[in-house]
């Protein structure tokens, strides 16, 4: 059963710039499905309609539609907030908000009304825990989070996300500013986290794309060029555009 | 010949340096100045009795207090309308209106209000709010008339200190399900709010010690007494210069230059207020 349902989905921004072209495919439930492909090619513009925060961006016009668990989330009669509580996003640049590492984590949790004081240090240790960098802060909850290292507040981001108990993760190359070690803690914290989580990630490489994908679709300048199970996509491609982004021939 | 050119160059740069200093040096001078002449020209008339007393002999003795609460009324109220106003506006500005024909409009009338001549809200002032709202003479019109001559001011640097406010904290906070107005109350405003303070802080100080606007609207030559209520006119630090340096013969000139001091004295303090608001903010800030 797939968690998510994409439908001829296009959208074109008012700039003009990142659009998508009659996008239509499905999402699994607890396996990471990777979007990779050149620059430009509407792996961002698709995250964000996810989750709707391309509500926050001038869009020219949009059709087709997105089902989660067969709910139309495109439909303007969705509640855009309880949707950005089920579907999290992590960004590229890590931005802890101007606050304390704990705050950061219960910030959604306090916003959703959640006020024992049991239950948001629960959630704290938690989604710490699963984002692996619980041992690294728990000394100092209350320090600010910006004095983390970028890798930490990486980290911190995603277990802000994880916090608010979400069903779908979206990160958009969450690593593109990392270290190859806080990278590979991100990676491992994913392969954690499918188990409970369904994870759309844009990664920052072809090798991070082949390394953490179950499930891997291709996007070249809006278009939906291949999808399938990563194993296969990576070794095997069907189409020639796959292959050759792949090799390295262009892109 | 190298040698000579590098030695050059060094001559130069050094002459420009010495000319650059000088000029900054020329722009502070006239402030130095001005604080040093007033100080020692007025501190002498500065006393307990000055400070806390009414003017007597047709105010060419006893003290300035009913400027100075007077003043100090006329701030108060003031911030009361301005503030909000101001704050609410900028927030309109800075985090809800698209860049359209409208907000464009309404951006070039907050320029124009900035440019205009401070007589001239005295003017508006009297015909709306004394004579037209029946405020009379007043500690409300004259505050409701130093507001509007405010606002630009702090609508300005509130909108330009919530600009300043990355982005990127917006966008978190709302897909991690936060409302936009949730977004500006927990995010924003906190993180703008040193700079908006500053701007508040300059905006009135700039009201109190401005003598045009409350001319017409709330300023009394003399008072026996201390206003008891916002419908009543009051005294004025700058108004009650006005007068004794102009209106009252065989004035004696340490009062004059007292009350110019204990004016410049509530306006630098409320300056320093926001400089040290806005430093210790910078040194504070996480972004």
Redesign the interface.
């Known amino acids: 059963m797939n968690k998510i349902t994409i439908e001829s989905l296009s959208l074109q921004y008012s700039d003009g710039t990142e659009s998508l072209r009659d996008v239509s495919m499905g999402i699994h439930q607890n396996a990471v499905t990777v979007l990779f492909g050149p620059a430009g090619g509407g792996k961002s513009t698709l995250l964000r309609c996810l989750?709707r925060?391309n509500d926050?961006t001038e869009v020219k016009a949009s059709s087709g539609q997105i089902l989660i668990d067969g709910e139309n989330i495109l439909d303007p009669k969705v509640d855009v907030?309880?949707l950005?509580?089920k579907v999290?996003?992590v960004?590229a640049?890590p931005?802890?908000?101007?606050?304390s590492i704990r705050e950061n984590i219960i910030?959604?949790l306090e916003?959703?009304g959640e006020k024992r004081k049991s239950k948001l240090d629960e959630a704290v240790e938690r989604s710490l825990k699963l984002s692996a960098v619980w041992d690294e802060v728990k000394d100092r909850l209350n320090d600010?989070?910006?004095a983390l290292s970028g890798g930490q507040q990486q980290r911190l981001?995603l277990a802000?996300?994880i916090a608010?108990q979400p069903e779908i993760i979206l990160l958009d190359e969450p690593t593109s500013g990392l270290d190859p070690i806080s990278t590979g803690k991100v990676e491992a914290a994913l392969l954690e986290l499918k188990k409970e989580y369904t994870i759309i990630l844009v990664p920052h490489s072809i090798q991070q794309a082949a390394r953490t994908a179950d499930y891997a679709a291709f996007f070249l300048t809006g278009e939906l060029i291949e999808y399938g199970e990563g194993k296969s996509l990576f070794t095997i491609p069907k189409q020639k555009k796959t292959e050759d982004y792949i090799m390295g021939r262009f892109g | 010949m190298k040698y000579f050119f590098a030695q050059n160059r060094h001559t130069i740069q050094r002459l420009g340096f010495a000319a650059i200093t000088l000029i900054a040096v020329v722009t502070v001078l006239p402030i130095i100045g001005t604080v040093v002449f007033i100080l020692i020209k007025g501190s002498s008339a500065i006393s307990w009795n000055f400070l806390s007393g009414f003017p007597h002999d047709g105010m060419r003795a006893g003290g300035i207090l009913p400027a100075v609460i007077g003043t100090l009324y006329l701030t108060i109220g003031t911030a009361i309308f301005s503030v909000p106003l101001g704050i609410a506006a900028a927030i309109y500005l800075a985090e809800y209106a698209k860049d359209n024909q409208w907000t464009r409009l309404i951006r070039l009338a907050i320029i124009n209000l900035a440019g205009i001549p401070s007589v001239v809200y005295g003017l508006f002032g009297l015909g709306l709010f004394v004579l037209f709202l029946q405020f009379g003479t007043s500690i409300l019109a004259a505050s409701l008339t130093l507001s509007i001559m405010t606002l630009p001011v702090i609508i300005s640097t509130a909108e330009e200190a919530l600009r300043s406010v990355?982005q990127?904290?917006?966008?978190?906070?709302?897909?991690?399900?936060?409302?936009r107005w949730?977004t500006i109350r927990?995010?924003v405003l906190?993180?703008a709010l040193p700079g908006i303070l500053t701007g508040v802080i300059l905006g009135l100080e700039r009201a109190a010690g401005e003598t045009a606007p409350i001319l017409f609207t709330g300023a009394a030559f003399f008072l026996p007494r201390l206003p008891n209520s916002p419908f009543d006119a009051t005294m004025a630090l700058p108004y009650h210069l006005f007068v004794i340096s102009t209106q009252v013969p065989e004035m004696p000139i340490q009062i004059q230059y007292g009350t110019a001091l204990v004016l410049l004295v509530f306006v630098l303090t409320m300056n320093v207020i926001a400089t040290v608001i806005r430093s210790r903010a910078r040194a504070r800030?996480?972004?």
């Open positions: 989750n925060l926050l907030i309880a950005r509580r999290g996003m960004f640049r931005v802890p908000l101007p606050m910030y959604g916003l959703a600010p989070a910006i981001c802000r996300v608010l | 990355p990127a904290f917006r966008t978190v906070s709302i897909s991690l399900g936060a409302t949730q927990r995010i906190k993180e800030r996480q972004w």
